[in-house]
């Protein structure tokens, strides 16, 4: 259930940017092309552990 939860979230914030500002997420794509594949991957590894640290604090004070 919560991870029906966290994907629905994810969908409606990106959905939110497409429908809001598309012109912006192209902008940025563009920026984000011209990185290097380290500095992408490092942003990636960055966010993915923002992610878990989120879930498990949220997991933490719901409990």
């Known amino acids: ?5 966290g994907l629905g979230m994810v ?4 959905g939110l940017v497409l429908a809001l ?4 997420l192209e902008q ?3 920026v ?4 290097s594949l380290e500095a ?3 942003i990636g590894l960055g966010a993915l ?5 989120l879930i498990a604090l949220a997991r ?3 409990a």
Not at 21 to 24: D, S, T
């Open 1 to 5: 259930m919560t991870l029906l939860l």
């Open 11 to 14: 969908l409606a914030f990106e």
């Open 21 to 24: 500002a598309p012109r912006r």
């Open 28 to 30: 940025a794509m563009a």
């Open 32 to 35: 984000f092309a011209r990185l």
């Open 40 to 42: 992408r991957r490092s």
């Open 49 to 53: 552990a923002l992610g878990v640290v």
């Open 60 to 62: 933490w004070h719901i």
